[in-house]
């Protein structure tokens, strides 16, 4: 209970901070047009230089830059956990398969779930978002920026080239270099399960401790820092580069919002439909509660102990298919996240003055669809492993670098929502292996909430 108030407080803080920030943005953006159009340029570059101005930049050598120190420090200390985060987390993962000696169908059957489920939400994400790429509601120009010339006319195919590393330090000291560290930990987790899980009880018990520094770490920073860096990303963004970023921006939480609902409502419901024969009704009158709690709190471990529940007594799954496939969901299974990840690279490429091809977006998907399962089950974690997708296509020029950080200052509310595709899908996932298997209690599953109340309600008294 005190965590689900801690993560409404913090779903408010940041909610006020994103408007703060909208209303000081404009105020400045209004200041900006003002003074430039009054004969004040001179001012407003005084005021530009002690709060907006990028202190890299050339020519910048006497600016102080206050606002964009404090975003880039946050910026900085959420990526910072990227390499040791990614790699735990799909390390244990896949390493925790190990049960596949005694429930080999059941691992089997849940993986294909995983990445059917996957499929789907990549390919709606994808279709929609590339028409509306296509149309250009994802384009801004920024007059005062370059576009890139380098990484984006370099082959895709040099990211599945780059997926194989020649030095491991080298994959493991650079941001860029995530994909590679995707595959050592995907071979290390292989190599886990085959010498066996109790031979690596050190190694495994290093990464979850690794791994639970990274979750804290990541909470402190969300939790402490991330009200105030909105606020700050915001009004720079805003007084920066003005109303060119708004009509994007508004493009992408709106398409993103929409995706996420059609997917949770109808994707689901359609899937359960046709691949376990089952309506879905009940499915989706009983999980709503745990959709909810996902939304509330924002992160899928905290809502793994309600979903089990829910799964395993109102939705008739035997316990011990929802307690293999709801764990290793809660770290693989990211729907909504992929859904996110996917519409907010073309918004980037669209910032960034990229150009998408069907190949490209195919290798999007592709890295979308790995980034998503080593996504922590923690707050914030989808927007900042969505570094790993732009750095793997090369989106890294100014622009898109500034449109991944106004993704961050408005994602939170998307990531709610994404929380909830992700348990509901995990859950979704849990329906077709047991029911494949004849551990689904069909009458449980089809009863009504107040019938399954009522024997409950018998035995206490």
Sequence with gaps: MKKTKSSRSLAARMGIALLLGCIAGLFFMWLRETLNATGNAALWGTINNILFQDITAEGAANAIGLFYIIGQMFIRALQLVIVPMVFTSIA???????????????????????????????????????????????????????????????????????????????????????????????????????????????LTKLFNEVNNLC??????????????????????????????YLRPAAFYMLTTVVLLLVYLVFGYALIIRFGTKLDPIPFIKKISKVALFGFSTSSSAAALPLNMETTSQELGVDESVAS????????????????????ATLFVAGCGGYDVTPLSLLVIMALALIASAGTPAAPGAGAIILFTILSGVGMTNDSALM????????????EMLCTSLNVVGDSCTCLYVAKSENLLNEEVYNANLHELAAPATAETA
């Excluded at 390493?95 to 429930?103: C, E, N, P, V």
């Excluded at 560290?181 to 109790?198: H, M, N, Q, S, W």
């Excluded at 820092?225 to 720079?236: E, K, S």
């Design 324 to 343: 293999f496939v709801l764990p290793l969901g809660m770290t693989v299974n990211m729907n909504g996240t992929a859904i996110m990840q996917v519409v």
């Design 403 to 414: 449109a991944y950080s106004l993704i961050l200052a408005i994602n939170r509310p998307i």
């Design 215 to 244: 979750v804290v770490f990541l909470n402190f920073v969300v939790s402490k820092v991330g009200p105030l860096a909105i606020f700050v990303l915001l009004t720079r963004t805003f007084a920066t580069y003005g109303i060119d």
């Design 92 to 202: 244990l993962a896949i390493g925790a398969i190990s049960d596949t000696r005694t429930l080999g169908r059941i691992s089997f059957k849940t993986l294909c779930w995983f990445l059917l489920c996957s499929f789907f939400a990549l390919l709606l994400a994808a279709t929609v978002g590339l028409l509306l790429f296509k149309a250009g509601l994802f384009t801004t120009s920024i007059g005062s920026m370059q576009a890139s010339t380098g990484a984006s006319g370099s082959n895709p195919l040099n990211v599945i080239l780059d997926i194989v590393p020649s030095n491991i330090t080298t994959a493991f000291s650079s941001n860029t270099a995530v994909l590679a560290v995707v595959f050592i930990a995907a071979a290390v987790g292989l190599c886990i399960t085959a010498v066996g899980e109790d031979r690596c009880l050190t």
